[in-house]
Structure formats: structure tokens, C-alpha cells
């Protein structure tokens, strides 16, 4: 039973906000069902790719997802996820996820002041955010290889940062980008044993049902509503990777 509530609780959590969902889910793997750290990763990624499809299509059935910056995102994602979940047997990531933790903090105070950037109130950046995308993807597909999140905490605030995007846009964008690097890891992890088969079925029943449902609400949410709630987790999930 507790895999199916980690997966329905995970699934709405990480549709509605964007993320894929893994920073809720591999702590509660690892204090619940009593996972090590490395199955906790590569078991949280298997449900963060099923979080990431279910969700993009729940925000594309509201005409939310920007299909090109999705693309850019995802071509260096995929890249790096592999490296990332590989990283995993010589890396303790103590200090990557302080300086993790670090950077989100920095974003969750810059997201409300999203309207007074210069090439958001100049309706984009051009080729600039092209770049950004690409540079976003690669970290975020590292990321999430390395600490099993869906890579939404980084793609989400650069759509919307660099690519001044609307909330609901960037979420959407941000989950249809993750499919393919949250299907490598998590390929990657299986192959090397840290995925818990076990617990994947509940698991991915409870994402199944959550993330639809969390997409569909999103929606409904006004953007700077959504946006304040998104910098809120931000802080949250910041001061946790400082606290390691």
C-alpha cells in the first residue's frame, strides 16, 4: 500500500508543480520503506519518467507545452542523464547538492521579479534563450541521472527566467522534456541494480492516477499563484539539499 500513496502523492505533487516529483519521492522511499540512498534514486526515476509522460500529456490537452523548447531542453538532457546516473558509484554528491541547493534558493527569489527582467519585457531573448535551454538541459538531465529528481527544478525556472514563458507553459514544457532523460537514467540505474522491482508496481499505479490528476489542476491555478507556489517548493527543497 505505502508504494501506491508514495506514487499518488508524488504524481499530483510533481504534475501540478512541474517536477517530475523525485524530490518528494526519494526521501520518502528512503524514511518509509527504508530504501538505500542509490535504490531510492533509480527506483524514484522509474516513477519520474511515468510522472513526466502522464503529465505532459495532461498539460498538452490544455494546449500548455511549447513542443521546440522542449526539444532543446531534452537534446542535451538526454546527453547527461547516463553521465549522471553513472556518477552515482563515485560520487558522494555532498557537496553537489549544497551548491544544489544553493542555486534553487537564488531562483526561488528571482521567479517573482520574472516580469521585471529586460528581455522578458522585451518579449524574449532570441537566440540567447536557445542557449540557456541547451545549457539548462544538460545540467538538469545531470542532475537527474546523479540525484533521481526529474531535472524540473532547473528546466522550469530557465523556461520561465530565460525563455519567459508563462507558468503553466514552462511546466508543461519542462515535464514533456523530461520523458526521455527520466527513461535513460532510469534504463541506467536498472542495469546497474538500484531500482527496487518490488515497489515499482504500486508505485507507478499511484503516478499514473496523480500525475493526470496534478496536471489537470495546474491548469486551473492562475500563473502567479502557480508561480509563488512553485518558488515556495523551491526554498523548500533548496534548504533540504543544504541540509543534506
Do not use: C, N
Not at 505533487?13 to 518528494?24: E, N, R, T, Y
Not at 516513477?47 to 511549447?66: E, K, P
Not at 547538492?97 to 532570441?126: D, N, Y
Amino acid at each position: 500500500m505505502w508504494p501506491f500513496v508514495i506514487g499518488l502523492l508524488a504524481g499530483a505533487f510533481g504534475a501540478l508543480l512541474g517536477l517530475g516529483g523525485g524530490v518528494l519521492i526519494v526521501p520518502m522511499l528512503v524514511a518509509i520503506l527504508k530504501l538505500s540512498q542509490h535504490e531510492a534514486h533509480g527506483t524514484s526515476l522509474v516513477a519520474v519518467s511515468l510522472t513526466a509522460i502522464v503529465g505532459a500529456i495532461a498539460y498538452a490537452l490544455g494546449g500548455s507545452v511549447d513542443w521546440t523548447a522542449a526539444f532543446l531542453l531534452a537534446v542535451t538532457a538526454v546527453l547527461f542523464a547516463r553521465l549522471g546516473a553513472r556518477f552515482t558509484r563515485r560520487l558522494k554528491g555532498r557537496s553537489l547538492r549544497k551548491i544544489f541547493g544553493v542555486f534553487l534558493l537564488i531562483t526561488a527569489l528571482l521567479l517573482p521579479f520574472k516580469q521585471h527582467l529586460p528581455h522578458v519585457r522585451a518579449g524574449g531573448a532570441g537566440a540567447l534563450s536557445w542557449v540557456i535551454l541547451l545549457l539548462a538541459g544538460g545540467l538538469a538531465g545531470f542532475l537527474s541521472g546523479l540525484l533521481g529528481v526529474g531535472g524540473g527544478t532547473v528546466m522550469v525556472p530557465a523556461l520561465v527566467l530565460g525563455g519567459g514563458l508563462d507558468q503553466h507553459l514552462a511546466q508543461g514544457t519542462s515535464l514533456a522534456a523530461m520523458v526521455l532523460p527520466s527513461l535513460i537514467g532510469a534504463y541506467t540505474h536498472w542495469s546497474l541494480g538500484h531500482v527496487r522491482r518490488d515497489v515499482v508496481p504500486g508505485l507507478l499505479l499511484g503516478v499514473l492516477i496523480g500525475a493526470f490528476l496534478g496536471g489537470r489542476v495546474a491548469l486551473g491555478i492562475p500563473e502567479e499563484t502557480l508561480r509563488t507556489l512553485f518558488a515556495v517548493i523551491l526554498v523548500w527543497t533548496g534548504l533540504r539539499y543544504l541540509r543534506g
